[in-house]
């Protein structure tokens, strides 16, 4: 029988106050790379739910989704794995800054578009350029774009 393509289900929140986006230090592959707060889908959990849960674990924020700001499919060369993203655009409120972070994360940080793409080495994907440029084009769509069946 023959395998069966499956990208990874990850969500990614792009949170920007004055001019600077939420990022997260994190290690991927041995190296210190920038990204959204962002993460894979769990079992039995929405879109929206885990863009809010993995924006908490990562940064010790909270998260209030209030668009999508975009819908990504990305084939990465290096590990021929694909990754469909649903980038949430939002605001952040109630820093815990006592919470332990995620496993790999180094800190959470607040960087400008200009820092990040000043250093395309240092970002995780180009995913990470391309939802913060799509946000700032003001891509909006409704948080009902998205549906959750049980």
């Known amino acids: 029988m023959e395998e ?8 990614a929140a792009i949170i920007e106050v004055d001019g600077l986006f939420l990022m997260v230090e994190e290690i991927s592959d041995g190296l210190n790379v920038y990204n959204q ?3 894979h889908l769990e079992s039995q959990e929405s879109l929206h739910d885990a863009a809010v849960r993995e924006t908490r674990e990562e940064t010790g924020w909270g998260f209030t989704p209030q668009y999508i700001s975009g819908i990504y499919l990305w084939d990465q060369p290096a590990s021929e794995r694909s990754f469909l993203r649903v980038a949430f655009a939002g605001s952040c409120d109630d820093y815990q800054p006592d919470l332990p ?4 994360i180094i800190s ?14 240092k970002l995780r994907s180009p995913l990470v ?16 774009l998205l549906t959750d069946i049980s």
Do not use: F, M, N
């Not at 972070?101 to 790999?104: E, F, Q």
């Not at 959470?108 to 080495?121: I, K």
């Open 108 to 121: 959470a940080v607040w960087l400008s578009r200009d820092q990040l793409a000043g250093q395309p080495e």
């Open 4 to 11: 069966v393509w499956k990208p990874h289900a990850t969500v």
């Open 101 to 104: 972070l995620d496993d790999g």
């Open 37 to 39: 707060p962002a993460g």
């Open 129 to 144: 350029l391309r939802c913060i440029d799509d946000y700032l084009a003001g891509k909006k769509y409704p948080l009902e």
